[in-house]
């Protein structure tokens, strides 16, 4: 699996967007992105993925630069609880496990 | 509440002891995950089951550690002859496809 690299820690001020980068630089072709993020004293929780195109859900926005190098999620409008540590993880699709690295902590502030 | 349930939740155990963590998933999942994680550092895969075959154990799963999961079902992860660098959490997932994957709270083994 590609290795990530992500900023290990980035602060928000409550109700405006975060934005959380992450650099996959060897990726490959059929390596999807996932972004789980990780709660104080809770198991993992998944946001989103997507292999080339943008994605959106309830929870976030992923955004994949053309090359694929590199990708941002997107929290619109973050609250107090979004405050969490966030990993940004590239498996080939099928593959069973996650290969978590040390991610971003986010801290919203209010 | 329908997600994946692990329990205990604590364990404090002496070193040399045995200890089990039982791991309920969301019913109708057929895949079944268990992690490890440290303080400070994100959880490492640990097995992977489909139904009842374990189907891939990492290195990280010493002669030390077991997992079963006899019916398809629920999961169980033993460690036998805890040593103090089995202190961790265990996590539990499960998932009916590989990419989204409903991780359980967790069982926080001490080990002294």
């Known amino acids: 699996d590609a290795k990530t690299t992500q900023p290990p820690s980035m602060d928000c001020a409550e109700g405006r967007a975060a934005n959380l980068p992450c650099n996959h630089s060897t990726i490959s072709g059929n390596e999807y992105v996932y972004w789980y993020r990780q709660i104080h004293s809770q198991g993992p929780q998944y946001i989103i993925h997507g292999l080339k195109n943008n994605e959106t859900n309830e929870m976030a926005s992923l955004i994949i630069t053309e090359d694929r190098k590199s990708s941002t999620l997107i929290l619109p409008h973050a609250t107090l609880r979004d405050t969490a540590v966030y990993y940004c993880i590239v498996r080939v699709q099928g593959a069973q496990k996650l290969v978590f690295g040390q991610g971003t902590r986010l801290t919203i502030n209010p | 509440d329908t997600g994946v349930s692990q329990n205990p939740r604590h364990k404090i155990t002496k070193r040399g002891q045995n200890v089990t963590f039982r791991c309920d998933p969301i019913s109708e999942h057929n895949r079944l995950y268990w992690y490890r994680q440290t303080l400070g550092q994100g959880p490492e895969f640990l097995t992977y089951?489909?139904?009842?075959?374990?189907?891939?154990k990492s290195r990280l799963l010493s002669d030390r550690f077991s997992a079963e999961r006899p019916k398809g079902s629920f999961s169980t992860l033993e460690i036998q002859r805890t040593e103090q660098g089995d202190s961790a959490m265990y996590l539990c997932a499960s998932s009916l496809n590989p990419n989204t994957i409903y991780f359980g709270e967790g069982s926080w083994l001490t080990v002294v």
């Open positions: 089951f489909q139904n009842e075959a374990q189907l891939e």
